[in-house]
T-cell receptor, first 109, second 114 residues
Framework: DQQVKQNSPSLSVQEGRISILNCDYT??????FLWYKKYPAEGPTFLIS?????DKNEDGRFTVFLNKSAKHLSLHIVPSQPGDSAVYFC????????FGKGTRLHILP | DGGITQSPKYLFRKEGQNVTLSCEQN?????MYWYRQDPGQGLRLIYY???????QKGDIAEGYSVSREKKESFPLTVTSAQKNPTAFYLC?????????????FGDGTRLSIL
């Protein structure tokens, strides 16, 4: 039973355009939602988070939107850069952190 | 520099052998975690510890064991009872005083069967 779902295994976006990565969850008791970025053969690095009481959090090129009624969050990256090519994990935090399966983002030149 | 160090980066196990993966952190974090990543899968929690000398099973603890004798160290032993140990293993730590508790990850250990 997947509590955190990333339904797109991969996504390709032109450099300079907006990348939108999506995540759905089932448990309304999660307190925080987090996004991590992972390069091959490295550990994930924390990108940005959002509290369940907010609907938007922005940090530079990265913005996370939370729609609690739809149990959906998204990560927007604009403008997309070649170094953004990586796997992005969505995670939800309650009494423990649960990760989605990840979405591989390819930024095309 | 503060961070999490996992060693070795690559590890090979023979059938019937136990192997231990090392994880050390100097971030002064109370909580430490072990995850397993398989191709096309997310991170699955094996064990976690929120305080020295205490740890809890995660979602896939069978065939694994851990210890937390020191705050800085959380080694994971993959026992011969783990029938499919080939995977990428990630250790993480977090500050329980932080509301969001983002986890800081090591660079992982890739375990393969000979």
């Amino acid at each position: 039973d997947q509590q955190v779902k990333q339904n797109s295994p991969s996504l390709s976006v032109q450099e300079g355009r907006i990348s939108i990565l999506n995540c759905d969850y089932t448990n309304s008791m999660f307190d925080y939602f987090l996004w991590y970025k992972k390069y091959p053969a490295e550990g994930p690095t924390f990108l940005i988070s959002i509290s369940s009481i907010k609907d938007k959090n922005e940090d530079g090129r990265f913005t996370v939107f939370l729609n609690k009624s739809a149990k959906h969050l998204s990560l927007h990256i604009v403008p997309s850069q070649p170094g953004d090519s990586a796997v992005y994990f969505c995670a939800a935090s309650g009494d423990k952190i649960i990760f989605g399966k990840g979405t591989r983002l390819h930024i095309l030149p | 520099d503060g961070g999490i160090t996992q060693s070795p980066k690559y590890l090979f196990r023979k059938e019937g052998q136990n192997v231990t993966l090392s994880c050390e952190q100097n971030l002064n974090h109370d909580a430490m975690y072990w995850y397993r990543q398989d191709p096309g899968q997310g991170l699955r929690l094996i064990y976690y510890s929120q305080i020295v000398n205490d740890f809890q099973k995660g979602d896939i603890a069978e065939g694994y064991s851990v210890s937390r004798e020191k705050k800085e160290s959380f080694p994971l032993t993959v026992t011969s009872a783990q029938k499919n140990p080939t995977a990428f293993y990630l250790c993480a730590s977090s500050d329980l005083d932080s509301q969001c508790q983002p986890q800081h990850f090591g660079d992982g250990t890739r375990l393969s069967i000979l």
